[in-house]
């Protein structure tokens, strides 16, 4: 196969990455699942906006707080100063944000912020903001989509990326040969048996990187988050409790129904306390009260939520509900400049999957489909300057890719131990 640019993963970055790019460029993307299943559907708190000039020592600073400052001062800078062109787009391709009663836009507050600064859509917004921008990419006729179609490797000549060995559903390999390669595979939830993302987001592109000598950075920082719902069984997915609900006033308690911590730490302090509290009250989980926030504005604002607390059992307008942390977000990824380059050239990684040091340590919550989308139009803006053109692919022997489980367990175990080989480094 042929394309100008292949995207890989149908994320908020891949879909808003390809929507930037120009129409007169064929792009491919392709997605290891079905359209719907990505982590970006699934985002509930909502996005991070510079509200106004004023707001913007506080905005900085909130995310420097929080990600320990180890963030990259100029990625923070340049996201948080394009945040504002990144809603209108977003508004322009019929993405709707809550508005208060006037018609402005309502703002929301989460853990770790100093002011209320998110935008939202109910506890979907992550739903709203995808849907919108798939059915855009849906119109365009130079843009293809192949769900169930799997990256599974990059091929390199001369230590360029020049294109990408692909798994169709039905089971045949071919290669696709490219001007430009896009990775956009999410996080690394899929290693963890307890965490908030789909499965298969497993880390392929670190693994793909790991294999050509692509860089990495920051790949041992993981982040927790604090309030997942508890159930006994271990089940497919852990089912976020928002940050928001914290920030509209949510409270925590031990098993004595004390309250125990601040609930707008930052998440990474508040995981540490809830777990010190579990280990003390000799429980699997901590109290969450959502009886502070007014009934409507519980079933107006949160309404995903308080669906699924009840079909578990757990009405939270009269009782407490049983949370504890789950691996939720990967902040370190594919090492990338500020246009989302790679060190390889020709290969370009975004969102969860790239690390442009934006959050360092820990994530500010709801800057992530923020930075996202930020940075994936700025690979889009790179790769259209570049404007390279496809090169002559060197022979691949693709048996190598015939034993897909195989290779797949050979992909996480290098991703999982390479987390852990940086951890133990830095400690
Ligand atoms: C429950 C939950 C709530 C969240 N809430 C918020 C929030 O309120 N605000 C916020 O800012 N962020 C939030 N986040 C984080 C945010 O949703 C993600 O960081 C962001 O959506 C990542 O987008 P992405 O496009 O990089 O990846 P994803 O949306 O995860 O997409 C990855 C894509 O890559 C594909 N893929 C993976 N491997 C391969 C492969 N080998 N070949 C082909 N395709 C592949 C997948 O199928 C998928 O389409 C939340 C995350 C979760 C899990």
Redesign the pocket.
Known sequence: MKTDILI?????????CALCLPSDKSITI??????E????????????VLRDEEDYQSFFEDTLKAGHYENDRQSVEIMIRSSRKTIDDLIGYGVEFARCSDGSLDYTR?GAHAKPR?L?HADI??REI?SKLLARVKECDHITLLPH????DIIEEQGECRGAV?AHADGSIETVSCAYTVL????V?GLYRH????P??????LA?ALRHGVALQDADYVQI?PT?FYTKEAGE????I???VRGEGAKLYNKHMERFVDELLPRDRLTEAIHRQMEKDGSDFVWEDLRPIPQEELETHFPNIVAYCREHGYDVTRECIPVVPAQ???MGGVKVDHESRTDMPRLFA?????CNGVHGKN?L????????LVF?ARAANAIKEENGSIGALPEVDLSVYRDREALAAAYRDLVWNEIQRRRIEHV
């Open positions: 890989v993963g149908s994320g908020c970055a891949g879909l808003y392709i997605t290891k699942s079905d359209l299943s990505s982590d970006s559907f699934l985002a509930q708190g909502g996005i991070c989460e998110i939202y917004t992550g995808t179609t799997t990256c599974l692909i956009a595979t999410g996080g939830g965490s908030t993302n789909f298969h987001l497993t880390g392929d592109a793909i988050h997942t997915r852990s089912f976020l928002s940050e928001s939720h977000y990967f975004i969102g969860e999957t790239a994530r919550a709801s800057n992530s489909l923020l930075e996202s994936a």
